[in-house]
């Protein structure tokens, strides 16, 4: 019988390695994997490289794994917000590495790592500062970049439900860049605020199927109970 | 010259948006825009974020961390509103089915080039989110902005001095003292704010402008 879920958030984080590149799911807070977060902190990989949206918000989830200065570099396209302290004390102290990405082609470089793809090219940063000796290429009379895949060792991801052949469904805003990290890491871990019997999850709505799944653990969460 | 207050500018973008858009407004200034929509007009706002049919903020305790802006602030999802992950979201973006998206501005070329990521100040922390995404993908690419910085200088320039976010993007520019296009003849002035002469908003423009009013919309 193929079982996927674990018990605990230790076994979900095993063997996250130093020098890892770990894909963390979230938009500011929604979806942000917070539980798997702290696990991975009390595990102790250092020297990790980040791939997020932003750059962690107030003192918990991401930005107290930027502070227990684990991560060597992030690849974000939005570090700086009212509340990132965190990562604006650590990148002017010279101390984490920043890749700046635009939202979407960061979005396109993870699914291009997902689908096997060896690079896109995209209209997106032609002519800005993020484009600078990048290859161009004019395609029906349009520029575009080129860019190239962005994958990981492991992603950790929020999911509303999880079954335990590891599909997922998801909560409103908070899927966001769940379901094609997913797809990019060798190992995908997602926390899910419940884990429910093989069958019980609509075939029609699963939004990632289990095979780009390789961990689930259940968590409580206030946010999905009220749902 | 006279201003527009910024509702006032909000208001006039909305008027501008028309039943059956597939909207995008950017972070700040320009989500006022949605305040200002007319109810009777069915229109479909996008959030990068991987929401469409984005409603009003909710009510005093009813704000759900999951269901969030662009901006990070607590929203409501309408009827017929659909969630979908950062690929589509940022698909819908880039692949041309938005049909107006609407942006701030530190800068606007005569050519339509827009800058608004980054100021390139030393110790500025750069973070551009999905605003070249948008510039680049966006059927129609409206920039709202006040027409001259804090300090008096005009954001309409001959060339942006700041690091830009997309090249020949702007379609139209609405600002404080006039609605101006930016067409292949260069730079439209298509209203002025009531009491402004061309001549007066000239002045203040390092770039030529040509008059061509359109017709009041109905």
Redesign the interface.
């Known amino acids: 019988m193929i079982d996927k879920t674990v018990s605990s958030l230790e076994e979900a984080v095993a063997g996250i390695f130093d020098g890892a590149t770990v894909m963390i799911g979230g938009?500011?807070?929604?979806?942000q994997p917070a539980e798997l977060i702290d696990a991975l902190i009390a595990q102790g990989a250092r020297d990790l490289t980040i791939v997020n949206?932003n750059a962690g918000n107030g003192e918990i989830g991401l930005a107290a794994l930027l502070k227990a200065r684990r991560v060597k570099k992030i690849i974000c396209?939005?570090?700086?917000?009212a509340d990132?302290q965190v990562?604006?004390a650590l990148?002017?102290a010279g101390e984490i590495e920043?890749e700046?990405?635009?939202?979407?082609?960061?979005?396109?470089r993870?699914?291009a790592a997902g689908a096997g793809l060896g690079a896109i090219f995209?209209?997106?940063?032609?002519?800005?500062?993020?484009a600078e000796g990048k290859e161009t290429r004019e395609i029906d009379g349009k520029?575009y970049v080129l860019e190239y895949p962005i994958k990981a060792d492991f992603a950790l991801i929020k999911a509303l439900k999880g079954d335990r052949w590891g599909n997922l469904v998801?909560?409103?805003?908070?899927?966001?860049?769940?379901?094609?990290m997913a797809t990019a890491a060798d190992v995908t871990i997602a926390q899910v605020s419940e884990i429910v019997p093989l069958g019980d999850l609509d075939p029609e709505v699963i939004?990632t199927p289990g095979i780009f799944v390789q961990r689930v653990v259940a968590i409580g969460n206030a946010?999905a109970q009220?749902a | 010259m006279n201003k527009l207050t910024r509702d006032q500018m909000a208001e006039r973008v909305a008027r501008d948006i028309p039943e059956g858009s597939y909207v995008n407004l950017g972070i700040g200034l320009p989500t006022k825009v949605a305040n200002y929509l007319p109810k009777e007009r069915e229109i479909f706002l996008h959030s990068e974020n991987g929401l469409l049919g984005m409603g009003e903020a909710p009510e005093p305790g009813e704000e759900d961390p999951e269901l969030i802006n662009a901006g990070k602030e607590p929203v409501t999802l309408l009827e017929g509103g659909s969630f979908f992950h950062h690929g589509d979201s940022f698909a819908m973006m880039r692949g041309g089915h938005l049909d107006i998206c609407v942006l701030g501005a530190f800068q606007v070329s005569a050519t339509g080039d827009l800058a608004n990521w980054h100021t390139g100040a030393p110790g500025a922390i750069p973070a551009v989110g999905g605003a070249m995404d948008l510039a680049v993908g966006a059927k129609q690419v409206f920039v709202m902005m006040d027409l001259l910085t804090k300090t008096g200088e005009s954001k309409l320039v001959d060339a942006c001095s700041y690091p830009l976010t997309g090249v020949g993007c702007v379609d139209r520019i609405y600002t404080d003292v006039a609605v101006i296009d930016v067409t292949p003849d260069g730079l439209v002035v298509r209203e002025l704010v009531e009491g402004n002469s061309f001549d007066e908003l000239q002045r203040i423009v390092p770039v030529p402008l040509k008059l061509a009013p359109l017709a009041a919309a109905a």
């Open positions: 938009f500011g807070t929604a979806g949206n396209s939005f570090p700086r917000q990132s990562f604006d990148y002017r920043l700046l990405v635009p939202q979407g082609n960061l979005a396109a993870i699914q995209t209209p997106t940063g032609y002519g800005t500062l993020l520029h998801y909560r409103k805003a908070a899927r966001n860049f769940g379901p094609i939004v946010v009220a």
